[in-house]
């Protein structure tokens, strides 16, 4: 066969390879190893790798032969056959690498080299073609010119991938922000809503308070006039259920002004530590105390938050509270600060070790006007609630069987 029709040939069989390639952004080491394939059959060669070539060494992406373990293993190029490639960024052919042992050692039990350097249109060198021979043979120009076409193919299918994976990772971080957005804009509306709708609520609550008050304290002043009155034992027994009662809706209606109306705040630094100890002689105090004690462990440093005091003093009452009529006298409840600086965060937990709440029921409890007491008004902790949200805090419960029922006042720490 004369050396014209066998150019000839080969030309052709070159394009009809190329032209069969496929590749597909999930598919790169499938195609690579197509490629290795087409070079190996085109030029008569043994073997041949596609290599990546990142910060001094090199990876196999693909081999015509099956490497087993060896495809993941990683060399350095320095002083390599394949580091000249990459250096000087042109192919470089060794008809012998045992005679020829400049660029270093072939892999045992081959001779000739072949390497081709995977340019990418930017003009990087990302890895090479490597094609080996079992025995020593000379490589033509037109030959590497077949192996450099197959390159280009290799390096541009390399340089997709990369900028695919990379736009699937900016895809990934774009709807990760998409959805925290989202979420951000979806709580900002419902806190809106919650806004728009106490304030309605605040406003008929008024006007409706503002008319039952008249009458209610007519009725209560005599109710009042009744106890002057020398009655009856059955009668002071009703007068004192009456009393007892108007006590009760007269309560009713200020925690219903409380929720309803805009919670205004009279911020001041205040040091948690300092803070409690002041205000445990009030909780101490508290008729649902009798019998109990509460066991106060501050946080070991200095602990401020932004505060308003009163309304902050009016939020663990109210836990306080829950937390003696959850236990037994005798018991104690326990009242411990814990500072987390490295979320500029400080937790004041109220801890009783009654029975624990249920969760079905746990939720439940910061909602309005439900409460699981006979004489309860539901308002306690949705009003302690919204007094720790208005502070940028958060409200928080948990109850089990072996450890009790803990709520928790978590506030953002301000520094000096």
């Known amino acids: 066969m004369s050396l014209k029709l066998h150019n000839w040939q080969q030309e052709r069989r070159t394009l009809e390879i190329l032209s069969s390639l496929s590749y597909r952004r999930g598919e790169l080491q499938s195609y690579l190893r197509q490629i290795t394939c087409g070079v190996c059959e085109l030029l008569e060669l043994d073997w041949s790798v596609v290599t990546l070539c990142q910060d001094g060494y090199e990876k196999v992406l693909a081999s015509s032969i099956d490497l087993g373990d060896d495809n993941d293993q990683v060399y350095l190029l320095h002083g390599s056959l394949t580091g000249t490639v990459v250096q000087t960024g042109h192919s470089l052919v060794v008809p012998d690498a045992k005679i020829c042992n400049d660029y270093g050692e072939a892999p045992e039990g081959y001779q000739a080299y072949l390497g081709v350097p995977l340019c990418t249109p930017e003009g990087k060198i990302v890895g090479t073609i490597c094609s080996f021979h079992k025995t020593s043979r000379q490589f033509s120009a037109d030959e590497v010119r077949i192996a450099e076409l197959f390159a280009e193919r290799a390096a541009t299918a390399i340089d997709n991938y990369f900028l695919y994976q990379q736009q699937r990772q900016f895809n990934q971080i774009l709807e990760a922000e998409v959805a925290r957005r989202t979420e951000e804009l979806r709580a900002a509306q419902a806190k809106l809503v919650e806004q728009e709708r106490l304030a309605a609520i605040g406003e008929f609550a008024a006007c409706i308070i503002h008319e039952i008050r008249n009458p209610f304290t007519t009725m209560k002043m005599g109710l009042n006039f009744f106890q002057k009155l020398d009655l009856s034992a059955p009668a002071k027994e009703r007068l004192f259920l009456a009393l007892d009662e108007a006590h009760r809706l007269e309560r009713l209606l200020k925690e219903i002004l409380l929720y309803a109306k805009p919670q205004t705040l009279q911020l001041e630094k205040i040091d948690i530590n300092e803070f409690i100890p002041e205000i445990l002689p009030s909780l101490q105090n508290m008729s649902e105390a009798v019998g109990r004690e509460v066991d106060f462990y501050p946080a070991m440093n200095e602990v401020k938050v932004e505060a308003d005091k009163d309304k902050l003093k009016q939020v663990f009452i109210n836990l306080v509270r829950n937390a003696f009529e959850a236990i037994p006298k005798g018991e104690t409840v326990k009242l411990q600060i814990e500072s ?65 029922t803990t709520v928790s006042v978590r506030l953002p720490i301000v520094t000096a």
């Open 340 to 404: 987390n600086t490295n979320r500029n965060q400080v937790c004041i937990h109220v801890h009783n070790g009654g029975e624990p709440i249920s969760p079905e029921i746990l939720p439940k409890l910061t909602q309005p006007f439900y409460s699981t007491k006979s004489s309860g008004t539901g308002l306690g902790l949705a009003i302690s609630k919204r007094i720790v949200e208005v502070h940028s805090g958060e409200l928080l419960m948990k109850s089990n069987l072996a450890e009790g």
